[in-house]
């Protein structure tokens, strides 16, 4: 099966501009989560997507927001970009509860955000 | 306090020697532990969960120990594509859901 696909893998934006990343999870997985890892640091939590639901956010300010579509891709936006945005964002899904159910979060290879 | 701490190292340790990580969370309602590795510039992959009464896997083995809130990983016989970080994850209780919850990770290096 395809694995998590995010895009664009690079990003460089100018600060106080917006950007738009994505995420595409692995067919079947209906839960998307977001997480930023700034250098040198663990991954923080952003935000949880499921059923196309907002369902929990991490420790940061508004102008970081997004959705899920119905077909479960989801789309992190970053507004009024800061010199400490930058950094790598990772999205993970994972197996709705049930048969088979882990709890394995698979990760997408990652959208690397630079902001000058 | 960080919800989930781990020691950044580096450790860094001869081919075939043990090592041994220590994780510890914060939230004694937590449930559902892992240990995930991230290779340099690459996206963390699960290594394996940790289950209450211990788990091995080949040369990595896991405990859990709930009553002092933490959970650990032995790699024996260490090999020289073991080096990476190990990334400690706890599902804490947030809002009424859990949120996979990651510590910074602990660097291992396996030299020759």
């Known amino acids: 099966e395809a694995g998590v696909t995010q895009s664009p893998t690079h990003l460089i934006k100018t600060r106080g501009h917006q950007a738009t990343l994505r995420c595409s999870p692995i067919s079947g997985h209906t839960s998307v989560y977001w997480y930023q890892q700034a250098l040198g640091l663990g991954l923080q939590f952003l935000l949880w997507?499921?059923?196309?639901?907002?369902?929990n956010r991490g420790n940061f300010p508004p102008r970081f927001s997004g959705r899920q579509f119905p077909n479960y891709s989801s789309e992190l936006n970053v507004n009024a970009l800061e010199l400490e945005d930058s950094a790598l964002y990772l999205c993970a899904s994972i197996r709705t509860p049930g048969q088979r159910y882990t709890g394995e979060l698979f990760f997408g290879e990652g959208s690397r955000l630079t902001v000058l | 306090r960080k919800e989930v701490e781990q020691d950044p190292g580096p450790f860094n340790v001869p081919e075939g020697a043990t090592v041994a990580f220590n994780c510890t969370y914060s939230n004694s309602a937590s449930q559902s532990f892992f240990w995930y590795r991230q290779d340099c510039r690459k996206e963390p992959k699960l290594l394996m969960s940790v289950y209450s009464s211990g788990n091995e896997d080949g040369r990595f083995t896991a405990q859990l120990n709930r009553a002092s809130q933490y959970i650990s990983l032995l790699i024996r016989d260490s090999k020289l594509s073991d080096s990476a970080t190990y990334l400690c994850v706890v599902n804490l209780a947030s809002g009424g859901s859990y949120i996979p919850t990651f510590g910074r990770g602990t660097s291992l290096i396996v030299h020759p």
């Open positions: 997507y499921d059923e196309g639901e907002e369902r």
